[in-house]
């Protein structure tokens, strides 16, 4: 693609990668394939190529960013199934990432949505503050009905759930050979802690140690989705020096049991490039692994005898998409005796993407009824994924059982029976 940046343009801080990642564009199309909100809408500034010619415009004007724009970028999920589709190899991820960032700095929005953004910044990167919301929202769920379902804050109490599950503190292993630390995420600890404690029992069994660190923080995925970089950076960087120490100390390795965090972690060395943390956020990045990749390099026993059960594998865009992580849940699932199916459009998004099911609720809900219909399709008794979004979306939308992958695996290598699984 043919750009015009003046030199003035290209010496502001990220034009010069921008227009690098512009002249990438080929404009092929080939995109518009495998867009969830082109698919969905059909409308061409609804996909990847037609935001790539707003942001083109607005970034080689140096203009404010006006409703239009914001409009059509607000409605990207960031799922990134156009960066594997693309035969260009353009970096839409960092290219959207700036985007969004000058939208954030030069456009007012209306001021329900500044208030509505401001409130899930601050509430979904706490986990105390976000269970006290959840506690509220289920006392207010039942007057949902009485509010558009299309707005963001029917689709809050809708997604609230009925019960919050206690903490769960699983025992460590006493003869570990190897040492990990745990992101323990913000809203997965509030809503699901099952899951990371079904994965330390899962390490234990193998020998493995792993470390929470009880000061960690929101790694700063969810404001950085919502061109909040300075407090993403914010986030990341309290969190580079405590882990740091940690790699330091003889943890091999961070892993992450929601992908959307691992996605955002893992691409700290780009977001502090220009930092003088620059050398300890890459080496964060480099030693940071989703756990169904970390689990791959270890040996287990032969898995219980199970009755059996066919799962669906629901591929998470921020892991098949955003870290290209697709065999090894997969694999994982198989050879723990799991009867694995995979649904039709596995490469479209549940409708989840972070907070995007609660910012933009209509499409969000269009995307959440397509992927539950080609789930149910597949007969399947059950539902693993990665990540805590889709597991919430998906559960809402299905009807069906929705586990973490590490929770089946959990099972089968000696586990308890995951309680979301009917008998």
Same mark, same amino acid.
Not at 123 to 134: K, S, V
């Given at each position: ?30 995109? #518009? ?38 409009? /059509? ?9 156009? #960066?594997? #589709? ?64 299309? &707005? ?6 809708? @997604? ?98 929601? &992908? ?9 060395? /780009?977001? @502090? ?26 040996? @287990? ?123």
């Amino acid at each position: 693609m043919q750009t015009h940046f003046t030199p003035d343009r290209l010496a502001e801080p990220g034009m010069a990668e921008a227009e690098s990642i512009l002249r990438t564009c080929v404009h092929c199309g080939f995109c #518009t394939a495998t867009c969830p909100t082109y698919v969905t809408l059909g409308n061409e500034l609804d996909s990847p190529r037609g935001r790539i010619a707003l942001i083109k415009d607005m970034f080689e004007q140096g203009r404010p960013a006006d409703a239009q724009t914001a409009l /059509h970028l607000d409605r990207c999920l960031g799922c990134l199934a156009c #960066t594997t #589709t693309c035969p260009s190899g353009v970096d839409y991820a960092h290219l959207l990432e700036t985007a969004r960032a000058h939208v954030e700095a030069t456009y007012k929005r209306p001021l329900a949505d500044r208030l509505l953004r401001a409130a899930l910044a601050a509430i979904l990167t706490r986990p105390a503050a976000f269970r006290l919301a959840l506690v509220a929202a289920r006392i207010a769920r039942p007057f949902a009905k009485l509010l558009p379902q299309a &707005s963001p804050l029917a689709a809050m109490l809708r @997604f609230s759930p009925q019960s919050l599950p206690r903490p769960q503190s699983p025992t460590p292993s006493p003869d570990a050979k190897r040492k990990v630390i745990l992101l323990q995420g913000c809203a997965q600890s509030v809503l699901d802690p099952g899951i990371n404690a079904a994965t330390i029992r899962l390490l234990a069994r193998v020998g493995v140690q792993v470390v929470t660190v009880p000061q960690e923080g929101c790694c700063g995925a969810l404001p950085q989705h919502m061109g909040r970089t300075g407090q993403a950076k914010a986030l990341a960087r309290h969190n580079i020096g405590l882990w740091s120490a940690h790699l330091d100390a003889g943890a091999e390795a961070i892993l992450t049991t929601t &992908s959307g965090c691992g996605t955002s972690v893992k691409d700290w060395g /780009h977001l @502090f490039a220009d930092d003088p943390l620059r050398t300890q956020a890459a080496q964060v990045a480099r030693q940071t692994f989703d756990i169904t990749e970390y689990l791959a390099r270890l040996t @287990f026993p032969a898995p219980q005898t199970l009755p059996p059960l066919k799962v669906a594998y629901h591929a998470a865009c921020s892991l098949q998409h955003g870290q290209k992580v697709t065999a090894a849940p997969k694999a994982l699932l198989k050879a723990a005796g799991f009867i694995l199916v995979e649904p039709a459009e596995s490469h479209l998004c549940c409708g989840s993407a972070g907070t995007y099911n609660l910012l933009q609720p209509k499409i969000a809900g269009q995307l959440g009824q397509r992927k539950a219909a080609n789930l149910i399709r597949t007969g399947a008794d059950v539902v693993a994924a990665g990540n805590i979004g889709c597991l919430t979306q998906i559960a809402a939308h299905s009807g069906l059982p929705v586990l973490h992958t590490a929770e089946l695996l959990d099972w089968a290598y000696g586990g308890p029976r995951p309680t979301a699984l009917p008998e």
